[in-house]
T-cell receptor, first 111, second 113 residues
């Protein structure tokens, strides 16, 4: 168990809908990272937050947004969903030892 | 800019044979290098990490990796493959604390009984 909790584990929704994925980092970790993993794109970095502030942005679509709250949990919001958004979404957290600890992921299926 | 190249998206070895998974990186500063393993339907788990101490790094499950600056490589090895080693392996590079990780495209390891 990495200590990173992601909910829900599975999400099935329809095109055009909006969903929110939640991540609780390891206790005390200030950095949270979001990744998308799909068969054709591999593991893609989406965005990083550090202590509530956006730190780095990767291949994140404009339809996607994220935030990190004062209690350090983070949410990834995906809107106007398309079939191609179906993927595994991972959250990772890290502290000052510069190791990313990954959650078990949320599997999103857009039908 | 940093990047990671993993040569071979699929590697098959016989049980008991040597495992060699290749990773080359590019970085403008001394890098932090990582190998992660992903078992089916699970998240990524850290195997080992290089942080400019010893060039030969030992990780979990009998894996080790050697940092070779002259070759900009960080190949992962295990002397004897076990069936449970079948998984996806990712190499990653980072410039340091709080910085983005750059992952390779992954290598799927199959172990043949």
């Amino acid at each position: 168990d990495s200590g990173v909790t992601q909910t829900p584990k599975h999400l099935i929704t329809a095109t055009g809908q909006r969903v929110t994925l939640r991540c609780s980092p390891r206790s005390g970790d200030l950095s949270v990272y979001w990744y998308q993993q799909s068969l054709d794109q591999g593991l893609q970095f989406l965005i990083q937050y550090y202590n509530g502030e956006e730190r780095a942005k990767g291949n994140i679509l404009e339809r996607f947004s994220a935030q990190q709250f004062p209690d350090l949990h983070s949410e990834l919001n995906l809107s106007s969903l398309e079939l191609g958004d179906s993927a595994l979404y991972f959250c990772a957290s890290s502290a000052d030892e510069n190791i990313q600890y990954f959650g078990a992921g949320t599997r999103l299926s857009v039908l | 800019a940093q990047s990671v190249t993993q040569l071979g998206s699929h590697v098959s070895v016989s049980e008991g044979a040597l495992v060699l998974l290749r990773c080359n990186y590019s970085s403008s500063v001394p890098p932090y290098l990582f190998w992660y393993v992903q078992y089916p339907n699970q998240g990524l788990q850290l195997l080992l990490k290089y942080t400019s101490a010893a060039t030969l790094v030992k990780g979990i499950n009998g894996f080790e990796a050697e940092f070779k600056k002259s070759e900009t490589s960080f190949h992962l090895t295990k002397p004897s493959a076990h069936m449970r080693d079948a998984a996806e392996y990712f190499c990653a590079v980072s410039e340091g604390f709080g910085n983005q990780f750059y992952f390779g495209t992954g290598t799927s390891l199959t172990v043949i009984p």
